[in-house]
């Protein structure tokens, strides 16, 4: 693996890190609370985190199994996002901070299996614009796990409503 991409991967793990830390110390109260960036509850965000790295760890390991690039779309994305919203609100943030663990731990699986070559495969195309797994790495992965981690801590470190 090269350095810029070890350096992206263990940026994408000091994030992982400050969100498994955020999770594990979450209250009742905190897992409930709404963000306002994506009107989840709290541990939903942080679940979100973990089904991501998954699920990008799963577009990247196409590049491992020769399989066609990802046919990415919004609606289909929200609607499942919506599901999770709903049907797990109630999780405690130790099974959002295990799916976290569990999506980071695939994420580093997949890049440990990758030689050089594979990154430059195709493994993601959104509006017929095809994206390598470096690609998806650089531009999908990091920017995914920040964009929510931000809103997770802010959600986090704004306490209880006040009356």
């Known amino acids: 693996m090269n350095d810029d991409r070890a350096a992206i991967l263990s940026e994408v793990g000091a994030a992982v890190a400050t ?3 955020t999770a594990r110390v ?3 109260a905190d897992c409930r609370r709404i963000s306002s960036a994506e009107n989840w509850p709290a541990v939903i965000v942080a679940y979100h985190i973990g089904l991501g790295l ?8 196409r590049a491992l199994t020769g399989d066609e690039p990802f046919q990415f779309e919004w609606e289909p994305t929200h609607d499942v996002n919506a599901v999770n919203a709903r049907d797990h609100a109630s999780m405690s943030r130790d099974q959002a901070a295990a799916e976290i663990e569990e999506g980071w731990t695939r994420l580093q699986m997949v890049a440990g299996q990758m030689a050089e070559e594979d990154w430059s495969r195709h493994v993601f195309v959104f509006r017929d614009r095809r994206q390598s797994a470096d690609v998806v790495l650089r531009r999908i992965v990091l920017p995914h796990v920040n964009e929510h981690l931000q809103s997770l801590r802010r959600t986090v470190a704004e306490g209880p409503a006040k009356a």
């Open 19 to 21: 969100a498994l830390a």
């Open 54 to 61: 998954r699920r990008q760890a799963g577009f990247i390991s």
């Open 26 to 28: 979450m209250t009742p």
